[in-house]
């Protein structure tokens, strides 16, 4: 914590010193980007004044306006951290509070069957690596991130030690995956090193995965909402929740800190849980 004397103000300077106290602390560089982002827009918006409760407060409402929910909370998560670091606890602003949703959204949801499309699509385009890139993330329920710890060491191994986040966890790879991803190491000549990167030997990122997986929209007949690397991830949660039933070990699988997080994976749909009430029978007349 930083104490300081004089006007409490949002300035250039203090935004600066706050972005180096986060990568001292190894946040990653994409939440230091994030949080110096939103500090530069309130700082615009403050203009240099000093910065009191009842401005935080209208400050915040201004938001309310333009912003969803969690985008609301997610840039005074930025600013209360700033706060907080210069000693100015007691102008924090409380977070918007969020009901838990009791469903997932069936528009956004990826199933089992346009799963398959998206495979034979990629597969039929041409697009072997595509193709594999889709069941690995869907068969290990890795992050897109995460996909430059799918090496050859892994496929020979059959397991991989992922580290993101600052913590480590055993991702292992189906027999199955296991054997394609072999072949395709053949084909490619690797001998090492990440399996899926680009021409010039680097790691796929997310935009390249993102860009190559909404091509395959129309021709695999899925709608482009449901297409993006983060559902498979939740179809690999789906999948295995419904067959295990343990969602303490699908917090450890997937890498969550919190089982509330991993919740959000698991829950069901609308039309699972009318049927459900549908099956108790309780309708006497």
């Known amino acids: 914590m930083r104490m300081t ?3 409490r103000a949002l300035t250039h300077e203090e935004i600066v010193s ?3 106290h986060l990568q001292e602390n190894e946040k990653s560089s994409a939440t230091v980007l994030k949080y110096v982002h939103d500090l530069k827009v309130a700082a615009t918006y403050f203009g240099g004044k000093e910065l009191t409760k009842s401005t935080l407060i209208e ?3 201004t938001l309310i306006d333009k912003y969803s929910t969690a985008t609301v909370n997610s840039v005074l998560a930025s600013l209360n951290g700033f706060l907080k670091y210069m ?3 007691d102008l924090t602003v409380k977070p918007l ?7 997932r959204d069936e528009n956004r949801e990826l199933t089992y069957a346009e799963y398959k499309r998206l495979v034979h699509a990629a597969e039929g385009a ?3 690596r595509l193709a594999l890139v889709v069941q690995t993330i869907c068969a290990t329920g890795i992050r897109v991130s995460e996909l430059q710890f799918i090496t050859v060491e892994a496929v020979h191994t059959g397991r991989t030690e992922i580290n993101n986040k600052g913590k480590r966890r055993t991702i292992f790879l189906p027999k199955k995956l296991q054997r394609v991803l072999s072949r395709y190491i053949k084909e490619m000549n690797k001998t090492d ?10 790691p796929l990122d997310r935009s390249n995965i993102w860009r190559d997986m909404k091509a395959l929209c129309e021709s695999a007949g899925v709608e482009a909402n449901k297409v993006f690397p983060h559902n498979l991830r939740h179809l690999f949660a789906i999948t295995y929740y419904g067959i295990e039933k343990d969602i303490s070990r699908l917090a450890d699988i997937l890498g969550h800190s919190s089982i509330n997080t991993t919740r959000i994976y698991t829950m069901e749909s609308g039309s699972v849980h009318a049927h459900q009430i549908e099956r108790l029978g309780l309708i006497i007349t």
């Open 59 to 61: 400050w915040k409402n």
């Open 87 to 89: 000693g100015w606890a």
């Open 126 to 128: 041409g697009n072997r």
């Open 97 to 103: 509070k969020i009901q838990q949703p009791l469903f």
């Open 193 to 202: 090193g990440a399996i899926f990167t680009t021409r010039n030997g680097n």
């Open 5 to 7: 004397q004089g006007i």
């Open 18 to 20: 706050y972005s180096t």
